[in-house]
């Protein structure tokens, strides 16, 4: 059957002014099974992860572990991960547009017996890394850049990686913290990690979470330090929860649209950051009830809200897209590391959402938007929105026009970096059958 979100290549206008209803099991954590999937390189043997997500971004991770040799094999929602009898000598390993896994690899690939160049995107050789290639050189890591400094393309010599102490600017990405953690596993030693500042921190819980579910030893002995110690991997079975950074979409739609939804597979107790965000809901007054089976959301008159998002950035995008519709001025701080992600998402996000209209100031480290749709109508042109090659701008987009009429979104595909189905599911949450 095919309809408005059934085309990849054309643009998708999203219907105006339909009430949202239904039910949804969110795709699995993206971050998650990246974590998942290092456990397994990092751990040489066989692990099962259930329910991982298929996406752009997790897909390339799978292709790297084949091409060092790993074994994949899938059974319905099962992926069992067996290691290589033997590492290659040299392998070429493309990241994408993926900055997790590019982050993530880097250091996992100096703890491997490979010589590993490491490269993607245009836009990710200009996501930096520095901070991350110099702790691993301060532990013995020989890595040469072929490109800028800190930046893809890199060599990776691997071999030992050395115990000791490091200090690392974690404040554009706790990637760079989670990766080192990860790594130290296969240290020769104890790594200890002084961290004077740090984005997103509750991204470096679950990767401590899911150290500690293999058996691995990583901790944190003061806010601004952290230990992690050469650990003997477990294999076994791990099941992937849904993601929240996908939960948002539908709990604000149904927030902004009305009727309501219900949300399974989540945990109100769950470590993602982004759980937070149902709190934010809440805060501008929607209206969030939890239960044993997940989360409903129902519309609410909201109210805009200042809001510090620098442990949950990825939700900038979408708390922007609903501040026009909000009674005030929404003010959001301190994520001035949204502008190193897939697109630079403050001057993404501003621009888009003035092309369909709204005020926006773009401050150096977040936005300010009045809320002038709250009680006006926005306005009826056409419009067809860039999103930038940003997954989540665009479907932070789709969510102004289920109120903002003919308004169009170009790139819809870009969604699968991490939504692969999202447009489907929009259009099932707005009653249609596709």
């Avoid at 290639?133 to 393309?153: D, F, H, N, S, T």
């Avoid at 934010?280 to 989360?295: E, T």
Wanted: hydrophobic share 45%.
């Amino acid at each position: 059957m095919t309809g408005w979100w059934s085309s990849s290549l054309e643009p998708v206008r999203v219907p105006a002014g339909r009430v949202v209803h239904g039910f949804v099991r969110p795709p699995s954590s993206k971050s998650l099974t990246h974590r998942a999937y290092a456990i397994a390189l990092l751990a040489r043997r066989s692990l099962v992860v259930e329910r991982p997500l298929a996406s752009e971004d997790t897909g390339l991770f799978l292709e790297i572990l084949e091409q060092l040799g790993y074994g994949l094999r899938r059974q319905g929602t099962r992926l069992e991960i067996d290691p290589p009898r033997q590492f290659p000598s040299e392998a070429d390993l493309q990241c994408g547009n993926a900055g997790t896994l590019f982050r993530f690899v880097v250091a996992l690939a100096a703890t491997l017996p490979t010589r590993a160049r490491i490269d993607g995107s245009p836009r990710l050789r200009e996501r930096p890394a520095g901070p991350l290639v110099g702790a691993l050189r301060a532990l013995g890591a020989r890595i040469v850049e072929e490109g800028a400094p800190g930046c893809a393309p890199l060599v990776v010599h691997g071999g030992a990686l050395a115990g000791g102490r490091v200090a690392l600017d974690a404040s554009a990405s706790s990637q760079f913290l989670s990766a080192l953690l990860l790594a130290g596993q296969r240290a020769t030693g104890p790594v200890e990690i002084e961290v004077p500042a740090l984005a997103s921190a509750p991204y470096v819980d679950l990767t401590l979470e899911m150290i500690a579910r293999f058996g691995g030893r990583a901790e944190r002995l003061a806010p601004d330090r952290y230990l992690t110690r050469p650990s003997e991997l477990s294999g076994g079975t791990v099941e992937v929860e849904s993601d929240f950074s996908a939960v948002a979409y539908p709990a604000a739609a149904a927030a902004l649209a009305g009727g309501a939804i219900r949300i399974s597979g989540v945990r109100r107790e769950s470590k993602q950051g982004d759980r937070r965000f149902l709190d934010l809901l809440a805060a501008m007054g929607a209206k969030v009830q939890w239960s044993v089976d997940g989360v409903a959301v129902e519309r609410g008159e909201l109210s805009a809200v200042a809001a510090d998002l620098g442990d949950m950035p990825d939700q900038v995008p979408t708390l922007a897209a609903l501040a026009p519709f909000a009674r005030g001025t929404t003010r959001i701080e301190n994520v001035a590391h949204l502008r190193i992600k897939e697109s630079d998402r403050l001057a993404a996000m501003t621009a888009e959402l003035r092309r369909a209209g709204a005020h926006v100031t773009e401050l150096p480290d977040g936005l300010v938007i009045p809320g002038i749709w709250a009680a006006g109508e926005p306005p009826h042109e056409p419009v067809t929105i860039d999103p930038h090659d940003d997954h989540r701008v665009a479907m932070a987009m789709a969510l102004v026009a289920l109120r903002r009429p003919n308004l169009a979104i170009a790139d819809p595909a870009c969604v699968g970096k991490s939504y692969p189905d999202y447009w489907r599911d929009l259009a099932s949450w707005l009653g249609e059958t596709p």
